[in-house]
Structure formats: C-alpha cells, structure tokens
C-alpha cells in the first residue's frame, strides 16, 4: 500500500501507449476506429468515453475511495447529473446555504420538473429529520459552507438518511479527497467543483462526481452520456495534473490560513473571524472528528464603522475576484458579488451583512499576504 500523497503524485501506470510517456496522452479523438462492425470496442465515440477523462476519473474514484469517477465540464453539471437521477415527485433536503449556482438550478430548473426540495440548516440535526417526508430520497449538502463555514456531519447525516434509506450526496469542493473523504464516513455520492482546489490555478472551469456504488454509477453514467455535459481532454489533463501537486499545495494553504487568521483575530478593525479551525466554537468540535485539516477559505467582519469595499480595494496583492481554492490569493464581498442575487432580507437570514469579507488563501509568502492586509486595514483608519 502506498500513502495517500504518492497516490496523487503517481496515479494509474500508463501502458496504453507506444511511446513510454509518464502521463497520459491528450487524445483529441472524437471518435475511433471500429476494426469490424460487430466489434466489442472499449472506445467508441468521445462523449461516452475518452481515455484521458477516464483516467482523470479513476485518479479521483481512488483518492476518494469510491466506485467510479465522473468528470463534467463544469460543477454546476456536475450537480445537474447528480439530481436527474432523480424522478419527478422525489423530494430532497437540501442545505439552506449551498452554492448560489446550486440553489438556482433547484429553484428554476429543478422545481420546473417536479423535483421537490427542503432547505434546510444541516447542522441541525433535528432539522434535518423534521424535513424528511415520505417521498424523500436524499440529502444533499456542503460540508463547509459557504460563507460563514458553517460544518455539517457526514457522518451524522449519513447515519440519518442510512435510517431513512435515502442518499447521502456531500459537495466537498471546499475540502478535497486530501483534508477529508465522504464516502468513507458514509456519504453515497461526493461532488467537487473541481474549478477550485482539484485545478488549483484558476485556469480551467470542471466537475467531478464519484459514487460509491456500481448500482449509482451507473446512474450518473447515463446523464454523463445522455445529457452530455462531458470534460474535454485538455481539461482532463489540467485536473489530472492538479491533483499531483494537491498535497503541497493544501499544506501551503492550510499553514498560510493559520497565520492570516492568528493576524486577523489580533487586530482591532477586525470584529470576527469565521473559521472552522477556530478552537472552542461549534464548528471546529464538528470538524475536528472528520477532517485532516480546516480548509483555507477565511471569512471576517470589519468593524461596522470600517469601509468593505475601500478596504478590498485597497489590497495591492490579494485579488479582487469570486472563486476561490487557487494558488493567488482571492478576496470578495459577498453581499455585492458572490451572493448578491440573494434578497438584503435573505442574506441577512444566513448571516450575510455588508462588513463581511471572504478570502480564499491562497500559497503566496504569508509575510506578503500579512503585509497587504495590514497594509489595507491601516489605510482605513
Ligand atoms: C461549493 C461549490 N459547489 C459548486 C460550484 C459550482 O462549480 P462551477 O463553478 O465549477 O460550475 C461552486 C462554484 O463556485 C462552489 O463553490
């Protein structure tokens, strides 16, 4: 048995081509060459299978300890094959602060065919079984959400719907297979955007779904196919090479994380810090049962009197931009750019107010990164 970080590196052994290449090749075929009419042929035609996006898919089924990996060309059709395994009339308990993208696919396309969902705080375990009906089939949900990274179980949710006989399905974009695996705390079917962390620089748009059962992937196999949503081999080869360089980089993020946050709660223009590897709140005794790490994502307030916008704007290294899990630094308000489709009145329900900013850490020196938000925090004053 190898460790997990040799896995990322190494992957499957290459021995389908005839040049000895270390990676596997690019293959931009969009179709292949039938030897006899009725032959049995492993590739047929590049939607259905490509042998770079499978291998992409067999690097991530291993590193999550699952049955067989999907790759999509973006998360959000990640999630969209993921729910139209579903039929018309199946209800679904979802988390009341998944992704905005996510929540508008359920509310306007989803709901459109008569998928019925429940939003709920999944941290609420008592809120998650009050929403459970008879023709519910899933829980769906983010184990760190965003922005407030609020926790969830996968291991108490996973024993709920075990209970109900309903699937468990974790969008895990936030954590990745390094700092924690659903699947092996009882999840059915885990999500990446894999955009984020997987890709890591920012240069390509992905999805990937791994299912833990033969039975579900075949299932998601259908909609891949069906509906078409498919990674291009280019991008293929980006997540696969990603992936490689993903324990170094989540270390970086993570001991970068810890220093912003020991900074941030020591300064006085800052009036909380949200972070799951805070010791003593809620979140942390949750997360500290399931993960190898608290992620790299940081949220914070400013004073009420402190200018958000001046203060992002102000930063001369830290990006000004949405998304996040990338080697730069990337910073945003959520109440004006990655949430700003919800109501003042809803953003407010989850706990979004104007004095709160996200930032995703990424693997800069942390004395630069601590320079420039110092720097900027003092220019509001
Ligand atoms: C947690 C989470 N899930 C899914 C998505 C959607 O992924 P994509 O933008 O790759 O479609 C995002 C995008 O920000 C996300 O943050």
């Given at each position: 048995?190898?460790?997990?970080?040799?896995?990322?590196?190494?992957?499957?052994?290459?021995?389908?081509?005839?040049?000895?290449?270390?990676?596997?090749?690019?293959?931009?075929?969009?179709?292949?060459?039938?030897?006899?009419?009725?032959?049995?042929?492993?590739?047929?035609?590049?939607?259905?299978?490509?042998?770079?996006?499978n291998y992409l898919e067999d690097q991530i089924a291993e590193l999550e300890g699952g049955y067989q990996g999907f790759a999509f060309s973006s998360g959000l059709a990640a999630i969209h094959s993921v729910f139209s395994i579903f039929s018309p009339g199946d209800h679904i308990v979802i988390g009341d602060t998944v992704y905005g993208g996510t929540f508008r696919l359920v509310n306007q396309f989803f709901k459109r065919w008569k998928l019925e969902f429940t939003a709920v705080n999944t941290q609420d375990l008592a809120a998650v079984k009050k929403a459970i009906k008879p023709n519910t089939k899933a829980i769906y949900f983010e184990t760190f959400s965003n922005p407030l990274l609020r926790v969830t179980s996968v291991r108490k949710i996973s024993k709920i719907a075990k209970k109900y006989n309903l699937l468990t399905i974790v969008d895990n974009t936030f954590l990745t297979p390094y700092l924690q695996q659903p699947l092996k705390l009882g999840?059915?079917?885990?999500?990446?955007?894999?955009?984020?962390?997987?890709?890591?620089?920012?240069?390509?748009?992905?999805?990937?779904?791994?299912?833990?059962?033969?039975?579900?992937?075949?299932?998601?196999?259908?909609?891949?196919?069906?509906?078409?949503?498919?990674?291009?081999?280019?991008?293929?080869?980006?997540?696969?090479?990603?992936?490689?360089?993903?324990?170094?980089?989540?270390?970086?993020?993570?001991?970068?994380?810890?220093?912003?946050?020991?900074?941030?709660?020591?300064?006085?223009?800052?009036?909380?810090?949200?972070?799951?590897?805070?010791?003593?709140?809620?979140?942390?005794?949750?997360?500290?049962?399931?993960?190898?790490?608290?992620?790299?994502?940081?949220?914070?307030?400013?004073?009420?009197?402190?200018?958000?916008?001046?203060?992002?704007?102000?930063?001369?290294?830290?990006?000004?931009?949405?998304?996040?899990?990338?080697?730069?630094?990337?910073?945003?308000?959520?109440?004006?750019?990655?949430?700003?489709?919800?109501?003042?009145?809803?953003?407010?329900?989850?706990?979004?107010?104007?004095?709160?900013?996200?930032l995703s850490v990424g693997i800069e020196s942390p004395d630069d990164l601590i320079k420039d938000l110092r720097h900027s925090l003092e220019s509001l004053n």
């Amino acid at each position: 048995m190898i460790d997990f970080d040799t896995k990322l590196v190494h992957g499957r052994s290459q021995n389908d081509n005839t040049t000895g290449a270390v990676n596997v090749p690019i293959y931009n075929s969009s179709t292949y060459i039938f030897p006899k009419v009725d032959a049995k042929v492993r590739w047929d035609y590049a939607r259905s299978g490509n042998p770079t996006r499978n291998y992409l898919e067999d690097q991530i089924a291993e590193l999550e300890g699952g049955y067989q990996g999907f790759a999509f060309s973006s998360g959000l059709a990640a999630i969209h094959s993921v729910f139209s395994i579903f039929s018309p009339g199946d209800h679904i308990v979802i988390g009341d602060t998944v992704y905005g993208g996510t929540f508008r696919l359920v509310n306007q396309f989803f709901k459109r065919w008569k998928l019925e969902f429940t939003a709920v705080n999944t941290q609420d375990l008592a809120a998650v079984k009050k929403a459970i009906k008879p023709n519910t089939k899933a829980i769906y949900f983010e184990t760190f959400s965003n922005p407030l990274l609020r926790v969830t179980s996968v291991r108490k949710i996973s024993k709920i719907a075990k209970k109900y006989n309903l699937l468990t399905i974790v969008d895990n974009t936030f954590l990745t297979p390094y700092l924690q695996q659903p699947l092996k705390l009882g999840a059915d079917i885990v999500i990446h955007s894999a955009t984020k962390y997987l890709g890591g620089h920012s240069d390509v748009i992905a999805g990937i779904v791994v299912t833990k059962t033969k039975e579900l992937a075949e299932r998601v196999y259908f909609n891949q196919n069906g509906i078409g949503a498919v990674l291009s081999p280019e991008s293929s080869n980006l997540i696969r090479r990603g992936i490689q360089t993903l324990a170094v980089r989540m270390d970086r993020h993570l001991s970068n994380t810890q220093k912003i946050v020991n900074f941030l709660q020591n300064r006085p223009e800052i009036k909380k810090v949200y972070y799951p590897g805070l010791v003593g709140t809620k979140d942390y005794e949750i997360a500290k049962q399931e993960v190898n790490g608290y992620g790299a994502i940081v949220s914070f307030e400013l004073q009420d009197n402190l200018d958000t916008t001046k203060f992002v704007e102000n930063l001369k290294l830290i990006q000004l931009a949405v998304s996040l899990g990338a080697v730069e630094s990337l910073i945003e308000l959520p109440y004006k750019m990655t949430h700003a489709e919800l109501s003042r009145k809803e953003q407010k329900k989850i706990g979004i107010t104007a004095q709160l900013i996200r930032l995703s850490v990424g693997i800069e020196s942390p004395d630069d990164l601590i320079k420039d938000l110092r720097h900027s925090l003092e220019s509001l004053n």
